[in-house]
């Protein structure tokens, strides 16, 4: 084989063994999430905004949200339609929320109808101030540890955003029960002879920007720390693995 | 609720693309997949 082929079969190989194509075995292929919705209100605002939550190992309950207003020309968003069952209908009883003074959507305790997995505390938060509007899911999974999402891999590219039509709705994969990945935050880029902070959010990644769903609060025993393995090549060319002790917590 | 510590990269780190795998080590409380975050391996330029 030509040298010029040899280097590029490599470099093949080496994006096939670090970037495996689709998404492992153990976890949902969110881009094949049915989204389709059997009924839906006569909604209030011109403009309903769609963002779907689907939980579980399998993500077999998809949950839809949609958010709505109580009058044409109300300021903002202050209606939630949530498919608490699963069913695809958004008509169902109790599946209207308005918002409380906090911003908030509160369900509170919640049923996977899929798994039976109890929640608790489960609400949507809408950042009424920002421009534009982003959306943060929140619950007690199991009523063991904060849960929630989404968050963006940088800040700048802001939070979690509903969308104008179901088709480009963002999915968040509601599930704390691990197997659990991993999202950074900042540190796109390191320093070559350097030592950068690199920080790690746990949970799971969703579809769409700014759709991972992390454990909000710290559920690692103070003892652990997560590890972060930096696979580079050297000078020569050659692959090379350094292995770091992410320690810290904020 | 972020993990966090220094990324020590090597003096003799190719400048460009890499990857950063994480994941929790072996007796962990909890079960992860390691997840391979690309990140980009950049050269200070030397002050003038």
Same mark, same amino acid.
């Given at each position: $084989?030509?040298? $010029?082929?040899?280097?590029?079969?490599?470099?093949?190989?080496?994006?096939?063994? %670090?970037?495996?194509?689709?998404?492992?075995?153990?976890?949902?292929?969110?881009?094949?999430?049915?989204?389709?919705?059997?009924?839906?209100?006569?909604?209030?605002?011109?403009?309903?905004?769609?963002?779907?939550?689907?939980?579980?190992?399998?993500?077999?309950?998809?949950? #839809? $949200? %949609?958010?709505?207003?109580?009058?044409?020309?109300?300021?903002?968003?202050?209606?939630?339609?949530?498919?608490?069952?699963?069913?695809?209908?958004?008509?169902?009883?109790?599946?209207?929320?308005?918002?409380?003074?906090?911003?908030?959507?509160?369900?509170?305790?919640?049923?996977?109808?899929?798994?039976?997995?109890?929640?608790?505390?489960?609400?949507?938060?809408?950042?009424?101030?920002?421009?534009?509007?982003?959306? $943060?899911?929140?619950?007690? #999974?199991?009523?063991?540890?904060?849960?929630?999402?989404?968050?963006?891999?940088?800040?700048?590219?802001?939070?979690?955003?509903?969308?104008?039509?179901?088709?480009?709705?963002?999915?968040? #994969? %509601?599930?704390?029960?691990?197997?659990?990945?991993?999202?950074? #935050?900042?540190?796109?880029?390191?320093?070559?002879?350097?030592?950068?902070?690199?920080?790690?959010?746990?949970?799971?990644?969703?579809?769409?920007?700014?759709?991972?769903?992390?454990? +909000?609060?710290?559920?690692?025993?103070?003892?652990?720390?997560?590890?972060?393995?930096? %696979?580079?090549?050297?000078?020569?060319?050659?692959? +090379?693995?350094?292995?770091?002790?992410?320690?810290?917590?904020? | 609720?972020?993990?966090?510590?220094?990324?020590?990269?090597?003096?003799?780190?190719?400048? /460009?693309?890499?990857?950063?795998?994480?994941?929790?080590?072996? /007796?962990?409380?909890?079960?992860?997949?390691?997840?391979?975050?690309?990140?980009?391996?950049?050269?200070?330029?030397?002050?003038?």
């Amino acid at each position: $084989m030509p040298p $010029m082929l040899e280097g590029l079969a490599a470099a093949l190989a080496y994006l096939v063994v %670090v970037f495996p194509p689709g998404p492992p075995a153990d976890m949902p292929d969110l881009s094949k999430v049915d989204r389709s919705l059997k009924a839906e209100p006569v909604y209030v605002t011109e403009q309903p905004l769609y963002g779907l939550a689907v939980f579980g190992p399998k993500a077999e309950a998809r949950v #839809w $949200m %949609v958010l709505d207003k109580t009058k044409p020309d109300a300021d903002s968003y202050d209606v939630l339609h949530v498919d608490l069952d699963a069913d695809g209908d958004l008509t169902g009883k109790g599946e209207r929320l308005t918002r409380g003074k906090d911003d908030r959507f509160h369900v509170g305790d919640y049923k996977d109808p899929a798994t039976g997995a109890e929640h608790a505390a489960f609400s949507i938060r809408v950042a009424i101030e920002a421009k534009p509007k982003t959306v $943060m899911l929140s619950l007690r #999974w199991r009523g063991q540890f904060k849960l929630g999402g989404g968050y963006p891999v940088d800040p700048e590219a802001g939070y979690m955003q509903f969308a104008q039509k179901p088709a480009d709705a963002p999915v968040l #994969w %509601v599930h704390g029960d691990g197997p659990f990945r991993f999202q950074r #935050w900042y540190g796109a880029k390191l320093t070559v002879g350097g030592a950068d902070d690199f920080k790690v959010f746990l949970g799971q990644p969703g579809r769409g920007p700014s759709t991972f769903c992390a454990a +909000q609060e710290h559920i690692l025993p103070k003892e652990e720390y997560v590890k972060a393995t930096l %696979v580079y090549r050297d000078g020569m060319g050659k692959e +090379q693995r350094l292995v770091c002790e992410l320690k810290e917590r904020c | 609720m972020l993990y966090h510590g220094p990324v020590r990269v090597p003096d003799d780190a190719q400048p /460009g693309k890499a990857v950063i795998r994480v994941e929790l080590p072996a /007796g962990s409380k909890y079960e992860t997949a390691a997840t391979d975050i690309p990140v980009e391996l950049v050269r200070l330029k030397p002050k003038k």
